[in-house]
């Protein structure tokens, strides 16, 4: 049995036990370095991307949440008010929404904070737009966009909670697999951050009471 308070050695050959209530995902860290030629389309009727200035708080958190609950996103959900809005309104980050007739349906958000680089912070769709292509149109127009700041690099990442096929759609849109690494967080289901039923894909193993 593992103790919780024992601290946590990483075996790089073999497994590592996970104290109960802890989660890992192997992540994979993208980039590319030149403007790709654009993904294929194909059902793009009623889509538009359009940049949101100075995103409100509350509409970004269910809009994270809707896209991302069910791939364990919840960096943005802990975070204050204060500090949310010190990133997603910062003039070097663009919140980029599609939208379907009008509606919103998914978001990728171009951070520029660091000179030279911009990141695909986060990249997503509602679940009922998986699969129906709107990724790749999402995709096209926000690396046009990326490209056209000049940096020396785009950069994404991904890991192992996320949709099975992202890393693949990844590649498939230009991006190099570089570098991976093992995040172990707090389940932030049980901390209540997300709903118990999410991600049931990642077992949720509950401590001892």
């Known amino acids: 049995m593992t103790d919780p308070a024992a601290p ?14 802890k989660i890992a995902g192997v992540v994979t860290m993208l980039d590319m370095t030149a403007p790709p030629p654009p993904l294929p389309e194909r059902a793009t009727e009623g889509l538009t991307l359009e940049r949101m200035p100075a995103p409100d708080v509350a509409w970004y958190r269910a809009l994270f949440r809707r896209v991302g609950e069910d791939w364990l996103w919840f960096s943005r959900l802990r975070m204050s008010d204060s500090e949310l809005a010190a990133i997603i309104q910062h003039p070097a980050v663009d919140v980029l929404v599609l939208r379907k007739d009008g509606v919103d349906a998914g978001y990728i958000e171009l951070d520029g904070r660091e000179p030279g680089e911009i990141e695909l912070a986060f990249v997503g769709l509602v679940p009922e737009m998986v699969g129906s292509g709107a990724g790749r149109f999402m995709m096209n127009r926000a690396l046009a966009r990326a490209w056209e700041r000049q940096p020396r690099r785009v950069h994404v990442h991904t890991c192992t909670h996320d949709k099975q096929g992202a890393l693949t759609f990844y590649i498939k849109a230009g991006f190099r697999p570089y570098a991976s690494a093992v995040e172990i967080v707090d389940d932030p289901r049980l901390a209540g951050l997300l709903a118990r039923e999410a991600a049931p894909h990642v077992p949720v193993i509950r401590p001892a009471d």
């Open 8 to 21: 946590l050695l990483l075996n790089l050959d073999g497994y590592t036990p996970l104290p109960p209530g």
